[in-house]
């Protein structure tokens, strides 16, 4: 079953393709450094730009957070699992690896099922889109390049990738700032966290 063959393919340090609710994501284990390494040479990324960390709970984000608001138990449950990605100040758990020097860290949470279970039974992973840097991101699976797709254990098709970015939101400021107009808006914000009027 592919679903088991990502996870063990995670778990021994292999690259995996999975849908997200945005676009097809690139995957790693975020505690595996040489994994991740892996990661940024297959996409040509850049070492220098961090990675958000894909978990699949609120007591995740709390490990691997600090300093957060009192609005983001609220702000979770009502837009995560979704093309939402929060910015908060790393803990000391963040791997170097993963905030490459910065003090804060990203959190994604996608909205597949499928991809949700993968996060919850291997843990945290990161997962930029699965493209070139610098190309497209893969909006449908037929998106993927070779090159990609050569360097993943598995690739898991799903038709309900949609195609639009996430929001992103960074909370670690004096005031609440939209880094990335997304799936997700302002106003979309603004009326389930009230504590947002002061957002940049």
């Known amino acids: ?3 088991e063959k990502a996870i063990n393919g995670l ?18 284990d975020a505690t595996q450094e040489q994994a991740v390494k892996k990661l ?3 996409k040509g990324r850049p070492t220098e730009k961090a990675l958000n960390m894909n978990v699949s709970s609120f007591d995740t984000i709390l490990k ?3 300093n ?5 138990e609220k702000m979770v449950s009502e837009f995560l699992p979704g093309p939402l990605t929060i910015i908060l100040e790393a803990s000391e758990n963040v791997p170097e ?4 020097g910065k003090t804060t ?12 279970n993968i996060i919850n039974e291997v843990g945290v992973l990161v997962g930029p889109s699965a493209n070139l840097t610098g190309e497209p991101s893969p909006r449908f699976f037929s998106d993927l390049s070779q090159e990609i797709l050569k360097n993943a254990t598995v690739a898991i098709k799903d038709d309900s990738v949609y195609g639009l970015d996430t929001t992103i939101i960074d909370l670690t400021g004096e005031y609440p700032k939209i880094l990335r107009q997304g799936a997700i808006t302002r106003e979309e914000l603004l009326f389930a966290i009230p504590e947002l009027s002061k957002i940049i």
């Open 1 to 3: 079953m592919q679903t």
């Open 11 to 28: 778990k021994s340090g292999e690259l995996v393709i999975l849908p997200t609710e945005t676009v097809y994501g690139l995957f790693a």
């Open 40 to 42: 940024y040479a297959v």
């Open 64 to 66: 691997y957070s600090k």
């Open 68 to 72: 957060q608001p009192s609005y983001l």
């Open 97 to 100: 690896w993963i905030h490459i």
């Open 105 to 116: 860290v990203g959190f994604r949470m996608p909205a597949i099922s499928t991809t949700q």
